[in-house]
């Protein structure tokens, strides 16, 4: 499956070292979805569990993409042949671009036991693997696709295909070691850490307030008594005491195979 809006990249020269042509800004708008970039799930996007290079992938197919992107993380993991091109901006839907200067010519997709050839972007993405945008869907012809229900129906080869998504993302709890793999693979592509603070109702302010007509006044008179401690306490006469044995006795004696009263009849 070809994609006519790309069909403008010449090939490399190896020997002069140029690089791809994939035509001017004012030939090509590239766009990539807000949601698709960050890989959360939106009311315009379908996601599918597929395959690239016999391992497991994770597809958006997003509409508010104008065309189809690759993680430069699963790129670079899968050992995929990136072909080097001009840098171009592709625009982001909250106003910023990012810069793609890599392709990945005819990756061969595989979704649900049906093969896709496509050629895919190279981008950071930080949610999905791969991204199909507009241009892909084009290809489709006539699709039909059901959001509520998550499925995608259209005509291929004479036959009728119905690709199912994925409703939601199940989360599981993880272990260290499998943090730890994660790590070593650079696997991760962002995280979030969150802290619980405990607050401690303050139980005197709780008892002023509860506190009777009556039993107010005597409170507000003696508010110094009743204040909360902020500092050291009130000196004192005599703040700590330590007692001691009676200093006529011995308190380190070193060990000795015989006791101490037996010691003096072995000297004489």
């Known amino acids: 499956m070809e994609d006519d809006n790309i069909t403008t990249i010449e090939p490399l020269d190896d020997d002069t070292g140029t690089l791809h042509d994939i035509g001017t800004p004012s030939q090509h708008e590239y766009e990539i979805g807000y949601h698709a970039l960050i890989g959360t799930f939106s009311s315009q996007s379908i996601r599918f569990e597929g395959a690239l290079l016999n391992h497991p992938v994770q597809i958006l197919v997003d509409c508010g993409s104008s065309t189809n992107f690759i993680s430069q993380r699963i790129a670079s993991f899968l050992n995929a042949p990136i072909t080097v091109i001009k840098p171009f901006k592709v625009h982001v839907g909250n106003g910023e671009s990012l810069i793609c200067t890599g392709i990945y010519m005819n990756a061969e997709l595989s979704i649900q036991?049906?093969?896709?050839?496509?050629?895919?972007?190279?981008?950071?993405?930080?949610?999905?693997?791969?991204?199909?945008?507009?241009?892909?869907?084009?290809?489709?012809?006539?699709?039909?696709?059901?959001?509520?229900?998550?499925?995608?129906?259209?005509?291929?080869?004479?036959?009728?295909?119905?690709?199912?998504?994925?409703?939601?993302?199940?989360?599981?709890?993880?272990?260290?070691?499998?943090?730890?793999?994660?790590?070593?693979?650079?696997?991760?592509?962002?995280?979030?850490?969150?802290?619980?603070?405990?607050?401690?109702?303050?139980?005197?302010?709780?008892?002023?307030?509860?506190?009777?007509?009556?039993?107010?006044?005597?409170?507000?008179?003696?508010?110094?008594?009743?204040?909360?401690?902020?500092?050291?306490?009130?000196?004192?006469?005599?703040?700590?005491?330590?007692?001691?044995?009676?200093?006529?006795?011995?308190?380190?004696?070193k060990p000795y195979r015989y006791p101490h009263f037996k010691k003096q009849k072995s000297n004489d």
Request: charged share 15%.
């Open 113 to 253: 036991h049906h093969h896709f050839s496509t050629n895919l972007f190279v981008l950071d993405l930080y949610g999905s693997d791969v991204v199909l945008g507009m241009i892909w869907l084009e290809s489709l012809g006539n699709v039909t696709t059901n959001y509520k229900d998550k499925q995608m129906t259209f005509q291929r080869n004479h036959k009728r295909i119905c690709l199912q998504g994925m409703r939601s993302l199940e989360t599981t709890p993880i272990t260290s070691s499998q943090i730890t793999k994660l790590v070593s693979q650079d696997s991760i592509s962002s995280s979030i850490l969150y802290f619980l603070s405990l607050q401690v109702e303050n139980q005197g302010t709780k008892t002023t307030t509860n506190a009777s007509h009556k039993l107010a006044p005597l409170l507000e008179k003696h508010s110094d008594i009743f204040q909360t401690p902020v500092g050291i306490p009130p000196p004192r006469p005599c703040d700590h005491k330590i007692p001691l044995q009676n200093p006529d006795t011995i308190i380190k004696v």
